[in-house]
């Protein structure tokens, strides 16, 4: 099974306006890069867990890349 993951990163969408964020899996709240208005993880929706910054850049990018149209 997949361990470390306190260290890791996840995707998370913001609740306001869908974009996807990049957050430590420390992180208790996250300040949205694109609206800038302030939300907690919980509120977010988890899209994807990663186990590095670099990993979870990739995933946002093909992400973004899919939900274009
Ligand atoms: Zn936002």
Do not use: H, W
């Amino acid at each position: 099974m997949v361990s470390n993951r306190r260290r890791g990163f996840i995707i998370v969408r913001c609740p306001y306006c869908s974009n996807l964020s990049i957050a430590k899996i420390s992180y208790r709240s996250r300040s949205c890069s694109f609206c800038g208005r302030r939300f907690t993880i919980s509120q977010a929706t988890i899209v994807k867990y990663a186990d590095d910054a670099r990993m979870a850049s990739e995933i946002v990018r093909s992400l973004k890349k899919r939900l274009r149209v």
